[in-house]
C-alpha cells in the first residue's frame, strides 16, 4: 500500500498570505494525484487532479506541482474560506491512499 | 444540479448491518463509478471501495474485504453500501463520491453511522 505523508500538520497562515503544503508518497505516482478540502461538518470538495489540473470552479490562486514523490499545493493568497484541512490522494495504485491531512488555520 | 444525496444518520449496534444509499441527480449514472469513503469523528479519510454502476464490477479495500458490499440500482440512479458486523470503531461518516479516474470529483453530504450498545 502506497502511504502518503503530509507536512506540515497544521499551518498558520495570516489572510492574504500563501500557503505551501506538501505531500510525499512512498512510490511514484506519476501525476496520479488529487487534492481535496474540507471545511468543517462538509464533504470533501475536488481542488487538483492529475497532480496540477484545477477541478471546476477552483479559484486559480490554488495551484497544484510536483510528480513522481513529490506534490505541493500552494494557495497564493489566502482567504477566510480557505482555512480549512486539505488533504492529498493517490489514484495510481489500489487501494487508493489519502495522507493525514493538513489544516490550514487563521494566524 | 448534479449532486448526489444521501441517506439519513443511523444508529446500529455491535454485530448488526447498515445499509447506505446515495442517489444521483443530473448526470448519466452510469457513466461514472461511485467511490466510498469514510472519516472517523476527528479523523482522516479512508477509502473502503468503488463499484462501476454500468458493469456492477466492485473492488473493496481489504481489511473491509468479506464485511462489505456495493450495489447499485441503475434504474433509480442509485448505489448503495451495505457493511455486516459493525464493530464501535466503524463508527464514521460515510461519503459517496462519482469517480474519475480514480478521484471523486462530486461527493454526497455524508451519513453518520453510530455503532453502540
Known amino acids: 500500500e502506497i502511504v502518503m505523508t503530509q507536512s506540515p500538520a497544521t499551518l498558520s497562515v495570516s489572510p492574504g498570505e500563501r500557503a505551501t503544503l506538501s505531500c510525499r508518497a512512498s512510490q511514484s505516482l506519476g501525476s496520479n494525484l488529487a487534492w481535496y478540502q474540507q471545511r468543517p461538518g462538509q464533504a470533501p470538495r475536488l481542488l487538483i487532479y492529475g497532480a496540477s489540473t484545477r477541478a471546476k470552479r477552483v479559484p486559480d490562486r490554488f495551484t497544484g506541482s510536483g510528480s513522481g514523490t513529490e506534490f505541493t499545493l500552494t494557495i497564493s493568497s489566502l482567504l477566510s474560506e480557505d482555512f480549512a484541512v486539505y488533504y492529498c490522494q493517490q489514484y495510481n495504485d489500489w487501494p487508493h491512499t489519502l495522507g493525514q491531512g493538513t489544516k490550514v488555520d487563521l494566524k | 444540479q448534479v449532486q448526489l444525496v444521501q441517506s439519513g444518520a443511523e444508529v446500529k449496534k455491535p454485530g448488526a448491518s447498515v445499509r447506505i444509499s446515495c442517489e444521483a441527480f443530473?448526470?448519466?449514472?452510469?457513466?461514472?463509478?461511485i467511490h466510498w469513503v469514510r472519516q472517523a469523528p476527528g479523523q482522516g479519510l479512508e477509502w473502503v471501495g468503488w463499484?462501476?454502476?454500468?458493469?456492477?464490477?466492485?473492488q473493496y479495500v481489504q481489511k473491509f474485504q468479506g464485511r462489505v458490499t456495493m450495489t447499485t440500482a441503475k434504474s433509480i440512479n442509485t448505489a448503495y453500501m451495505e457493511l455486516r458486523n459493525l464493530k464501535s470503531d466503524d463508527s464514521a461518516t460515510y461519503y459517496c463520491?462519482?469517480?474519475?479516474?480514480?478521484?471523486?470529483?462530486?461527493w454526497g453530504q455524508g451519513t453518520l453511522v453510530t455503532v453502540s450498545s
Open positions: 463520491g462519482r469517480g474519475v479516474q480514480g478521484f471523486g470529483d462530486l
Open positions: 443530473v448526470y448519466t449514472f452510469p457513466a461514472y463509478y
Open positions: 463499484i462501476n454502476p454500468d458493469t456492477g464490477d466492485t
